[in-house]
């Protein structure tokens, strides 16, 4: 944190607790990030199982939509539960990300150490963009019903399954950062944010060289 010290002189009793705090940050942003992942494997999976469970009872003709809505509301109602408690440590996550990818991507725009902040951005935006898309298969995992849905002959085509479609068309199963939904589309709305940052700081460093000449 070298920019403290343009606000105060530098000495070693102020240094190692800016040093400690900084290393602290660092594991409780990994750890943030590598618990969202989990999370969205673990109910991934589940919601993957059941389309499976959908998949084989198509082929074998004898799908129970009625025991298959209810599981899946079981899913969706154990997603929320999830969501709410987790919520805000996606959103944490996306700002922090969003943050220090812009942060790194501008440092590599200059010559001083480049070659650190070239590996710094990547590893970033690779680590960002794996919690993105974990997370959005929760999403993508909760829509799959539809697929199946959508090829059920006219003859079987019931009420129960008619509250099916609504019920996956209308609830949005996903996790989610307070303010957003993490789907597949918020990826590329990130990188578009980002790009939009990154265009702003490189004005204002443009601006600041101009005035300074």
């Not at 084989?56 to 109602?77: C, F, Q, T």
């Not at 949005?172 to 589309?185: D, I, K, N, P």
Request: glycine fraction near 2%; hydrophobic fraction near 50%.
């Amino acid at each position: 944190m070298p920019f403290i010290f343009n606000i105060t002189n530098y000495s070693l009793w102020k240094a190692v607790p800016f040093v400690v705090v900084n290393v602290q940050a660092t594991f409780l942003w990994n750890i943030t990030d590598v618990m969202i992942m989990c999370i969205s494997i673990y109910l991934t999976a589940y919601l993957q199982d059941l389309n499976k469970i959908i998949y084989d009872n198509e082929k074998s003709k004898s799908v129970r939509w009625e025991e298959i809505r209810l599981l899946y509301s079981h899913l969706v109602s154990l997603v929320k539960e999830v969501d709410s408690r987790f919520c805000y440590l996606v959103l944490l996550s996306f700002f922090i990300n969003l943050f220090f990818i812009s942060l790194q991507l501008f440092n590599s725009l200059t010559v001083l150490h480049l070659t650190y902040y070239i590996y710094s951005f990547t590893f970033l935006m690779t680590r960002a963009s794996v919690m993105c898309l974990l997370a959005a298969n929760v999403y993508r995992a909760a829509q799959e019903p539809l697929f199946v849905i959508e090829h059920v002959p006219a003859s079987e085509y019931t009420l129960e399954i008619q509250r099916f479609i609504r019920q996956i068309r209308y609830t949005t199963t996903a996790l989610s950062g307070v303010y957003f939904y993490v789907t597949r589309s918020t990826l590329l709305k990130v990188v578009g944010t980002l790009l939009t940052y990154e265009l702003v700081l490189l004005q204002f460093n443009i601006n600041i060289y101009k005035g300074s000449t």
